[in-house]
């Protein structure tokens, strides 16, 4: 089993930044997979970032974040980290952490842990 818990969310205005935290526990971290996934009020679940486990070098991110927001890993502290810069009144989300013991992938359908997700909220 592997547990998930999500920090730093909150209200931003738009162009500001915000890094969001996932603590892992459960399970060797550094060979979980690792990616953050978001949901806006009557969407779906949409993917947003992604890690490959171990030493991180391969990262995926949605069309609609490259260039703003970074994924990273520190397998020391068993936590998976999302910058978000030049933030947007569309990134206003609750955003999730999830975690796979498969492939890295951008699909939904890969990950099987999630944790219970941290409100983004960002004004104009």
């Known amino acids: 089993q592997v547990q998930l818990v999500e920090s730093g969310g909150g209200l931003v205005q738009a162009g500001g930044s915000l890094r969001l935290s996932c603590a892992a526990s459960?399970?060797?971290?550094?060979?979980?997979?690792m990616a953050w996934f978001r949901q806006a009020p009557q969407k779906e679940r949409e993917f947003v970032a992604a890690?490959?486990?171990?030493?991180?070098?391969?990262?995926y991110y949605a069309d609609s974040v490259k260039g703003r927001f970074t994924i990273s890993r520190d397998n020391a502290k068993n936590t998976v980290s999302l910058q978000m810069n030049s933030l947007k009144p569309e990134d206003t989300a609750i955003y999730y952490c999830?975690?796979?013991?498969?492939?890295?992938?951008?699909?939904?359908?890969?990950?099987?842990?999630w944790g219970q997700g941290t409100q983004v909220t960002v004004s104009s």
């Open positions: 999830a975690a796979s013991l498969s492939m890295l992938s951008k699909s939904r359908a890969t990950y099987g842990y």
């Open positions: 459960g399970r060797t971290f550094s060979s979980l997979n």
């Open positions: 890690i490959i486990r171990w030493n991180g070098e391969t990262t």
